[in-house]
């Protein structure tokens, strides 16, 4: 009778932490998964020149870039396209406002313009990566545009940061812009430094 009694509890416990693993499983599983995916960002993010920036501007994208490089480095260019869209964007306002001498004016109207080759650029860029995913025998020549382009993205955000160094522009109003600027130019070194990881990993 004990053994019998002893047989029925066993299999009721059994039976109770089959039911709790059935339960929990499910919600265990999408917590691990994006602990996984934030940590593969953190990751990928650590080769990068500005590796808390990388990490803090994709992380919120983790359940959709999963563990992939290539989407990966198509977020950090969505970023830095987004980035230096609504940079401009503040810098038009800004050059109609009132108190500004033409030499500034004249500084954020050439900042526009090469912000808006740069977006032009990291959209190109896009593109391709998503041409990349179906084109083994074009990956060589396909990523030497991208790397290409995505370097001239960069070349263009620095050359508008620079359009406020020293004296164009005093005050509060240069910090806010400049520091706008340098963040592009940040976003767009560190979609940079994930391309060409993405790269090496078929080299």
Not at 29 to 50: K, P, Q
Not at 55 to 78: E, H, K
Not at 124 to 134: A, D, F, I, V, W
Request: proline content about 2%; charged content about 15%.
């Amino acid at each position: 009778m004990a053994g019998t009694f002893f047989n029925h509890l066993f299999t009721a416990f059994l039976f109770v932490i089959s039911l709790a693993h059935f339960c929990v499983t499910p919600s265990s599983a999408r917590s691990l998964a994006g602990t996984t995916n934030t940590e593969f960002i953190r990751s990928s993010c650590s080769s990068t020149t500005y590796p808390r920036l990388c990490y803090s501007s994709l992380a919120n994208q983790a359940t959709v870039i999963r563990n992939d490089p290539n989407l990966l480095a198509s977020a950090a260019l969505s970023v830095s396209m987004n980035s230096a869209r609504s940079t401009s964007s503040m810098m038009v306002k800004l050059a109609q406002s009132h108190g500004l001498t033409p030499r500034e004016v004249g500084a954020m109207h050439d900042c526009v313009e090469t912000l808006s080759d740069s977006v032009d650029l990291l959209r190109k860029s896009m593109g391709e990566m998503g041409q990349l995913r179906g084109s083994k025998a074009d990956f060589g020549l396909l990523m030497s545009d991208i790397q290409t382009w995505v370097s001239a993205a960069l070349t263009d955000d620095d050359t508008c940061t620079e359009g406020f160094a020293g004296k164009t522009m005093n005050g509060n109003t240069k910090l806010a812009v400049r520091r706008d600027i340098v963040n592009v130019a940040h976003l767009t070194s560190n979609a940079l430094a994930l391309i060409n990881a993405y790269s090496s990993l078929h080299g």
